[in-house]
């Protein structure tokens, strides 16, 4: 019962790391068929890439530029190499 507790206590804490906006875009990415480690990878890379605020900006907007599609896309290609 021990062991349960710590586990659901450690699931909990490293869940707790990630922004809302990182959650979602995880959640929807491994909706795609992506595997969930390279769709946090893809989104450390974007969000290195604009800053929190631009990459939120950029992922709830309706029409993304051509610019920012191109960064996911070769975000995706370099995070599934590693």
């Known amino acids: 019962m021990k062991t349960y507790l710590s586990i ?3 699931a909990v804490t490293l ?16 909706m795609g068929g992506v595997e969930g480690s390279t769709c946090k990878c893809i989104y450390k890379k974007l969000e290195k890439k604009y800053g929190k605020d631009d990459l939120v900006n950029q992922l709830y907007t309706m029409e993304q530029s051509q610019s920012f599609q191109n960064d996911m896309i070769q ?8």
């Open 8 to 10: 659901a206590l450690l």
């Open 75 to 82: 975000a995706g290609y370099q995070c599934m190499k590693e």
């Open 15 to 30: 869940s707790g790391c990630s922004s809302k906006e990182q959650r979602q875009f995880v959640s929807g990415c491994k």
